[in-house]
């Protein structure tokens, strides 16, 4: 989709219209987060017949709730995984270069109060700029105790002796989500959120297609190809468990919740973040400007079971809030928080049982007998290599004719256009990219509904963006909900009037009401099933 192109409509009864088409595709995703996104543009653009299916939104899951960082993995250049650091080095800079107007490059301040920490990680932060070569972001700098607290006047200044600054991304993830659907709609593919795929079609004890369930209608639609591809998150065991007479037998994932609250841009003043690369217990802290506001994350809880809305720890709640008082000059207390949300991370399974902070996120493919691809692991700065890899993975092993090559690369989503808006600034028109005057041509387009939210984007997200409900609209279309729960709260009766009236659909405004109340509480208790478990911060994962 060039950024002239008119923005896709996305009616649904059309979508479904064409789903229920008799065809034979040649990639069937299952899956509508990082993954599946990536691998239904990549397959779109190699010039194969595509349909993705996903169960809920896209990116309901951990696809919205990463830490919104676009990064080569400090943490594998500590363990000496130098290829994996070149890997997702070129993977952002691609990232950066093809959604501009959603992914932008990000600079840090590493405080040192320690004498050893300045030289330490200066020289860490050093190399990892010469890894990134031409696809640097910006150089290196050792900083004195003046020059530290003139970048980030947020830190304590008691006791600084200096501190370091490097670059890496930050991002909008659902709406990147939103992007990469779009995108291979416009590439050719059918995608379908809402739409839960319920069954796996094995023919001769081979998979042969996939049948599927329209949420809203209860409608279910056969769907045959010639390689499905489970893209599922954290729910990968799940599916490949769909239809088999030994259900759980080879588990592909250990799960870990990341834990992340927001409050006020006063707490972390001006357009760096701050990274502690290890806390008083040795691990790390990360606070952004992030949207107008301050994200601060993120943790590590291993968590023993798959949850659509995961909630932050009590425990966890607490452990960021103490850990960022040891830092910033003004730390938050519980009541400055403005949204408290988890997401649980899909780790590949260790052989042996080991702390999840210890687990490689590289990703897995994986092609069982009767033909099931699995695709798991990795994180969202490397999606589009892991879309390659999965694809040309079915291509060696038979499922797929020899495709034309990956084009990714150098493929720009749609609304890509630099330098319009800041993504650690307040959200507002930028995010929109080069299809600002599209948003702007709808009714509604001056009046706005609070948070920057206008009655044209609601009507935008109908029409073109394949919103359904409220919380699409205020969690993931624009993201209120993750910023500020109470005022997404009072938004959600005028959202859904203006969403059923494009739709004709029941917006679901109770069900986001009760929600938005969940992100406002912030912390809970552990629940019954899962024994409580160290709480630490993670290294700077998606």
Not at 447 to 455: A, I, P
Request: hydrophobic share 45%; proline share 6%.
């Amino acid at each position: 989709m060039s950024a002239s192109a008119r923005p896709l409509r996305t009616d649904r009864a059309a979508l479904l219209a064409r789903l229920a088409e008799p065809q034979c595709y040649d990639v069937a995703v299952i899956g509508g987060g990082a993954t599946g996104l990536g691998i239904a543009l990549d397959a779109a653009t190699r010039g194969l017949r595509v349909v993705l299916v996903e169960a809920h939104d896209f990116a309901k899951g951990t696809s919205s709730r990463a830490t919104k960082l676009v990064h080569g993995g400090v943490r594998y250049l500590a363990q000496g995984n130098l290829p994996l650091v070149r890997e997702a080095l070129r993977e952002r800079h691609i990232l950066l270069r093809n959604a501009q107007h959603l992914a932008q490059p990000l600079p840090f301040v590493v405080p040192a109060y320690r004498l050893w920490e300045k030289p330490f990680y200066g020289t860490g932060l050093v190399v990892y700029e010469a890894l990134a070569g031409k696809a640097g972001l910006g150089h290196t700098r050792w900083l004195d105790p003046r020059e530290t607290l003139a970048r980030q006047p947020a830190l304590r200044p008691e006791g600084l002796r200096g501190g370091v600054e490097y670059w890496d991304g930050q991002f909008d993830d659902a709406r990147l989500a939103i992007a990469l659907a779009r995108t291979a709609a416009s590439a050719g593919a059918l995608l379908l959120n809402y739409c839960a795929a319920v069954a796996i079609v094995r023919e001769g004890g081979k998979v042969a297609g996939l049948q599927c369930e329209d949420a809203e209608t209860g409608v279910r639609y056969p769907v045959r190809a010639r390689c499905v591809i489970n893209a599922a998150g954290i729910w990968v065991d799940a599916v490949r468990d769909l239809g088999r007479e030994v259900p759980g037998s080879s588990a592909t994932l250990t799960l870990s919740q990341g834990a992340h609250i927001v409050v006020s841009r006063d707490f972390l003043p001006g357009d760096r973040a701050v990274l502690v690369p290890r806390t008083g217990d040795g691990r790390v802290l990360f606070a952004l400007p992030w949207m107008g506001a301050t994200l601060i994350g993120t943790t590590d809880t291993p968590r023993s079971r798959q949850e659509l809305e995961p909630r932050p720890l009590s425990a966890e709640v607490a452990f960021l809030l103490g850990e960022a008082a040891r830092y910033l000059s003004r730390p938050p207390a519980e009541r400055d928080i403005l949204s408290a949300w988890a997401g649980l991370r899909p780790l590949v399974r260790p052989v042996a049982r080991i702390s999840t902070k210890n687990v490689n996120r590289e990703h897995v493919v994986r092609i069982d007998a009767d033909g099931l691809v699995t695709v798991a692991g990795g994180k969202w700065t490397t999606y589009r290599a892991m879309a390659e890899d999965a694809l040309d993975a079915c291509a060696h092993a038979g499922l797929l004719k020899p495709p034309s090559p990956c084009s990714t690369a150098a493929y720009p989503l749609v609304g890509a256009a630099p330098g319009l808006h800041r993504i650690a600034g307040v959200p507002g028109m930028g995010l929109y990219g080069s299809e600002q005057d599209e948003v702007l041509a709808l009714p509604g387009a001056g009046r706005e509904l609070g948070g920057g939210l206008t009655e044209a984007m609601v009507r935008f997200a109908a029409r073109h963006e394949y919103a359904r409900t409220v919380e699409d609209v205020l969690a993931r279309r624009w993201r209120l909900l993750f910023l500020d729960a109470a005022r997404a709260r009072t938004l959600a009766k005028e959202v859904g009037r203006l969403l059923e009236a494009e739709t004709g659909h029941d917006p679901q405004a109770g069900a986001f009401l009760r929600l938005a109340d969940a992100y406002l509480r912030g912390g809970s208790g552990p629940p019954s099933n899962d024994a409580p478990s160290e709480v630490g911060v993670c290294s700077l994962q998606d």
